[in-house]
């Protein structure tokens, strides 16, 4: 099983609607998540951390939910300049190491 | 902003001939990642540093790739001998402690092996 698993999609979002997408991880360990942004032929950016409450971000919202163990992202008013793959990013405690799951693509459409 | 600098950016090699990417953290950064990112696998691990110190290149075939810091402001990734299913982006990241894991990327080497 992946340590972190995501609907690659692609998720076509008519503009200004509100799209959101999910991510499981396997270790119960793990301690610290991450939204990473990822656009074509480009390195990932980090979007936003996860925290334990869930945190907003202008029009990110990021949900962590320990004991089904899924992390969600929703994006509300989707813009065109949205469109990127969303990578899940789970660290466990105690170790730098990330794994990164394969990306939620999302394509806004005009 | 600071960056993580990669060279080269672009590499077309052929087959067994030796390749060698550099990375060059962001300063003060004391923890250096390197990532390989396929269609098939998405990221993937191959190696990190702490302090310049290795601490896990279990993803990474020992056979052909190794990986170092001969100082604080360079990490080398080399194949010897490349092969095809070593095409791929290799990005370095850098972070720190002090600064949450929020890991910097670099622009990437995208590696063709012909």
């Not at chain 1, 972190?4 to 499981?24: M, R, S, W």
């Not at chain 1, 990822?38 to 004991?67: H, I, W």
């Not at chain 1, 899924?70 to 990127?84: C, N, Q």
């Amino acid at each position: 099983r992946k340590e972190v698993e995501q609907d690659p999609g692609p998720f076509n979002v008519p503009e200004g609607a509100t799209v959101a997408f999910n991510c499981t991880y396997s270790n119960s360990a793990s301690q610290s998540f991450f939204w990473y942004r990822q656009d074509c032929r480009k390195e990932p950016k980090l979007l936003m951390s996860v925290y334990s409450s869930g945190n907003e971000d202008g029009r990110f919202t990021a949900q962590l939910n320990r004991a089904s163990q899924y992390i969600s992202l929703l994006i509300r008013d989707s813009k065109l300049s949205d469109s990127a793959t969303y990578l899940c990013v789970v660290k466990e405690d105690g170790n730098n190491r990330l794994a990164f799951g394969k990306g939620n693509q999302v394509v806004v459409i005009p | 902003d600071a960056r993580v600098t990669q060279t080269p950016r672009h590499k077309v090699t052929e087959m067994g001939q030796e390749v060698t990417m550099r990375c060059q953290p962001i300063l003060g950064h004391n923890t250096v990642f390197w990532y390989r990112q396929t269609m098939m696998q998405g990221l993937e691990l191959l190696a990190y540093f702490r302090n310049r110190a290795p601490l896990d290149d279990s993803g990474m075939p020992k056979d052909r790739f190794s990986a170092e810091m001969p100082d604080a402001t360079l990490a080398t990734l080399k194949i010897q001998p490349s092969e095809p299913r070593d095409s791929a982006v290799y990005f370095c990241a850098s972070g720190s402690r002090d600064r949450g894991y929020g890991y910097t990327f670099g622009s990437g080497t995208r590696l063709t092996v012909v």
